[in-house]
């Protein structure tokens, strides 16, 4: 049981390039997230997805584009990075749209130059 | 909009002293509330949280924490700090206002350092 998974670890990109994060969770749960952690600033929610076959903004979409592919993967593409897009990204789960503790994967740190 | 407010961005103790983190939230609606601990290099993991009832709750690793709606807080103590509790820790509140209970806003973080 690995719980929330994420590759890559570390990713440098240079403006204007595209990449997809990957995620997966093994606890057959329902909703997932994905977050971006910046200095100063918390964790903000960038895209989530409640169930399988839907997705939702969060506070700061613009830039990302998210797939749920499945009930267990839920990917997050940038499609041109740009140097504001530099961050630690985390992705989430939890079992359902009640308030369910979220679990978080271990981050994947973006560079973009 | 909901917002979480963690008071002191680092906070420094001495092995053994009390712990004290400060969290407040801006709703007139309870919401759920949670902290979460960040070691260096790792993702999240819950340390407590409120949902209803007791409001004194109890979590991982000697922490706790107390609802207080009157003051609309959820501070984050420890009686005796230890070197292994040098972290960052988030304090996040549920979004009552989302649509679902599905949505976590998340305070910028108090960083603690623990010396001996």
């Known amino acids: ?113 | 909009a909901q917002s979480v407010t963690q008071l002191g961005s680092h906070v420094s103790v001495s092995e053994g002293a009390l712990v004290l983190l400060r969290c407040n939230y801006s709703s007139s609606v309870p919401p759920y509330l949670f902290w979460y601990v960040q070691y260096p290099n790792q993702g999240l993991q819950l340390l407590l949280k409120y949902t209803t009832g007791a409001t004194l709750v109890k979590g991982i690793n000697g922490f706790e924490a107390e609802f207080k709606k009157s003051e609309t807080s959820f501070h984050l103590t420890k009686p005796s700090a230890h070197m292994s509790d040098a972290a960052e820790y988030f304090c996040a509140v549920s979004d009552p206002f989302s649509g679902g209970y599905n949505k976590l806003i998340f305070g910028a973080g108090t960083r603690l350092a623990v010396h001996p």
Not at chain 1, 41 to 70: C, F, H, Q
Not at chain 1, 96 to 113: A, D, N, S
Request: charged fraction near 20%; charge should be neutral; include cysteine.
């Open chain 1, 1 to 113: 049981n690995a719980g929330v998974t994420q590759t890559p670890k570390f990713q440098v990109l240079k403006t204007g390039q595209s990449m997809t994060l990957q995620c997966a969770q093994d606890m057959n749960h329902n909703s997932m997230y994905w977050y971006r952690q910046d200095p100063g600033m918390g964790l903000r929610l960038i895209y989530y997805s409640a169930s399988e076959g839907t997705t939702d903004k969060g506070e700061v979409p613009n830039g990302y584009n998210v797939s749920r592919l499945n009930k267990r993967e839920f990917s997050l593409r940038l499609e041109s990075a740009a140097p504001s897009q530099t961050s630690v990204y985390f992705c989430a789960s939890s079992e359902g749209q009640e308030i369910h503790e979220q679990y978080f994967g271990p981050g994947t740190r973006l560079t973009v130059t």
